[in-house]
């Protein structure tokens, strides 16, 4: 039945355009047709000129061309743009289509008008057809050629008689939409042919090949040979990886071949620049590097917000310090929705892009960087059983957590979702032994290194060391606001602060004075501490904070300014080196302890740090922009929300209760002992 397809595919544009003027084809166009009715009417051995046919409309002049051509028809093809760009479109009214439309028109896109008109008649948005038709034609080229074997034409003709098959109940369908397609392609509306079609009583009559249903193109033999053949064209470590880089970027399609060809010089480049401004990620660093975006307690994180959130309950919406804005609410609201779905291919797909993007510089470790993917295949395929899991996961997701500022992924994601023949349904899927790109933490450290709060951004991840650069950093940070300038007097500070601290200054030096108004008004009018002048107008400025008990300090333990501050150094020793990983571990599990001692939840604690960061601030003119600051970060790290800008609202303060409801999936901390596995 395969060698009537091309034969059918003659005669059906045969029969459609002999009698379609109205439809105004352009030149271009007509030669296509031209040369699929009349060029090779039977099969693909009595097509002398196929070669030439090849290299003038495709510019395909060699077997590896060709086959890049035809894995991108059936993977992608135009549809894939076109898709997308309706999609969006019908979520818009009618003022944004109009600017989308001349936008889109400015880049030389000839199908913007004609899909906007489209859109907005309520035609049926189908043109699958022009790409899985054109792959017929070009597997039947490629064998009047001598490109493609005769196993190789039946297995990509029957690709796309499978996807044709799987897309449309008849050929009339399929007719429609190839039309639609030819269309959006040219620029012109060619729908006018479908309507010259002959009478039902033809189409039903024994000579003509309409009678046959799509069905019957292929036999299951040829039909499990096929989905055989294309799985093994896409077998490979990179071609997993590129399915899911290609999402961001679609271009990475017209590589499916071998996704691990050598790339001009400007596209690696481009890539490295990339790494460069986007991530200040160097190839010098080695790749290893690479794990520092590996983020496993992110994912904890937003699949306990999301079974918080299913069950209806949500962190506190207001703070002491003031409330999230209403938007940032709404984010948190919409948790709830994505609690069916395993959180770790929210930031896995954006670690995937960057794995690519990294190969494709050739300037990293190639083996080192294809362990690390390796690892990657296994902890998603892991998570998520099928290809058709993980991308409704990403879609529940994408929804849920739009980056700002951009367009988003839903519709791209939604597409592969749905298209039969994107490489996520035909890459391999198997999981093979447990392995992570990046170590995780367990849920005790990372409870206990959320303690730093907002004095930093948040540590998704294991702590390991970082490299030369992000070091230097570290260490002109170390002098700068600590004056440490090495592990031992890194170490020495440490149990200085988890013993003593500032909070032990303010014991001493400032807490009695609130015993005796009369000494401490004294104590700012004549106070002379024979220190520095700098540090005497330190000690005047905090003698007035305790005469007017600013920001509860003289109510509040402020041991949660110096655990914060302790574990912020910690975890900076750890990535400069001063201190193994045994060595963080003991200070964090010192600072979980001291934390669980002093304070009995997360907002006690917020209080005792903002009271402690306030006080012990030093003489600056930005001391109301720097509380107002504070303040508003510690709002988000109370109520979650944003929902990615602090963790407090997704832990068990140290040594409380639990209180959370457990998530339903396995990405999740170990040490959880409430996770049904």
């Not at 090849?54 to 060709?66: G, H, P, V």
Request: glycine share 6%.
């Amino acid at each position: 039945m395969l060698d009537a397809l091309h034969a059918w595919w003659g005669q059906q544009l045969t029969l459609c355009t002999a009698d379609a003027a109205p439809c105004a084809l352009p030149a271009e166009a007509h030669k296509n047709l031209s040369s699929l009715g009349i060029a090779c009417p039977d099969a693909y051995g009595r097509w002398p000129a196929a070669e030439l046919w090849l290299a003038q409309t495709w510019q395909i002049n060699a077997r590896e061309a060709l086959i890049e051509a035809m894995l991108w028809l059936a993977a992608q093809g135009e549809r894939q743009r076109w898709d997308v760009d309706a999609a969006a479109l019908k979520a818009m009214n009618v003022a944004k289509r109009r600017e989308w439309q001349q936008q889109t028109s400015n880049h030389s896109a000839p199908y913007a008008a004609l899909l906007c008109e489209w859109v907005a008649a309520g035609e049926p948005l189908e043109w699958a057809a022009w790409d899985w038709l054109r792959l017929a034609e070009l597997a039947w080229a490629g064998g009047g050629c001598g490109f493609l074997s005769e196993a190789e034409v039946a297995h990509f003709a029957g690709h796309a008689a499978d996807l044709l098959h799987r897309r449309y109940d008849d050929w009339q369908q399929v007719l429609c939409a190839y039309l639609r397609g030819l269309g959006l392609f040219s620029g012109t509306d060619c729908r006018g042919a479908a309507h010259t079609l002959p009478p039902p009583a033809a189409l039903n009559a024994p000579e003509q090949p309409w009678q046959h249903a799509l069905a019957a193109l292929l036999t299951p033999p040829g039909l499990a040979a096929s989905r055989a053949a294309m799985r093994d064209y896409r077998a490979t470590l990179g071609h997993w990886l590129q399915a899911l880089a290609g999402v961001r970027d679609p271009a990475l399609m017209l590589r499916q071949r071998e996704p691990r060809l050598p790339l001009p010089e400007q596209h690696r480049a481009d890539a490295e620049r990339y790494l460069k401004d986007a991530l200040e990620l160097y190839a010098d660093e080695g790749a290893e590097a690479l794990g520092r975006y590996w983020l496993p307690a992110e994912a904890h994180h937003l699949n306990q917000m999301a079974a918080d959130a299913a069950h209806g309950v949500y962190p506190p919406s207001r703070t002491p310090f003031g409330r999230p804005s209403r938007e940032a609410l709404a984010e948190r609201g919409r948790l709830g929705q994505a609690s069916r779905y395993a959180a770790t291919v929210h930031m896995a797909e954006k670690f995937a892009f960057y794995l690519h993007t990294a190969l494709d510089t050739r300037r990293f470790d190639e083996a080192a960087l294809l362990t690390m993917a390796q690892s990657l295949k296994s902890c998603l395929c892991h998570f998520y059983t099928t290809p058709t899991r993980l991308l409704e996961a990403w879609l529940a997701w994408e929804r849920c957590l739009p980056e700002p500022d951009q367009a988003g992924l839903c519709h791209d994601i939604a597409w592969h979702l749905h298209d039969p023949g994107s490489v996520f349904h035909w890459v391999d899927w198997q999981p093979g032994a447990w392995c992570e790109p990046h170590p995780r933490p367990s849920l005790r450290h990372f409870t206990a290194m959320a303690l730093v709060g907002p004095l930093n951004s948040t540590t998704w991840r294991q702590p390991s060391p970082e490299s030369r650069r992000e070091r230097e950093a570290l260490v002109a940070w170390m002098e700068e606001h600590y004056q440490l300038h090495s592990a031992d007097e890194l170490r020495g500070f440490i149990d200085y602060m988890l013993e003593a601290g500032d909070r032990q200054d303010y014991q001493i030096n400032y807490a009695p004075y609130t015993l005796n108004r009369e000494r401490l008004e004294e104590e700012i009018a004549i106070s002379q501490t024979g220190a520095s002048p700098l540090e005497e107008r330190h000690h005047v400025l905090r003698l007035k904070r305790v005469r007017d008990n600013e920001d509860g300090c003289n109510e509040r333990d402020m041991a949660a300014w110096d655990i914060a501050q302790t574990v912020d150094l910690a975890i900076a020793g750890r990535e400069l080196g001063w201190l193994d990983a045994r060595g963080l571990t003991e200070v964090l599990e010192r600072a979980y302890v001291l934390a669980e001692n002093h304070y009995g939840g997360w907002q006690e604690y917020a209080d005792g740090l903002y009271a402690g960061f306030s006080f012990f601030m030093g003489e600056t003119d930005e001391r109301e922009s720097f509380l107002a600051g504070l303040r508003h970060a510690l709002v988000a790290w109370c109520c979650g929300a944003p929902v990615l800008a602090g963790v407090w609202a997704s832990l068990d303060f140290p040594g409380s209760r639990p209180r959370h409801f457990a998530p339903l999936h396995i990405d999740t901390l170990p040490g959880d002992r409430q996770t049904l596995h």
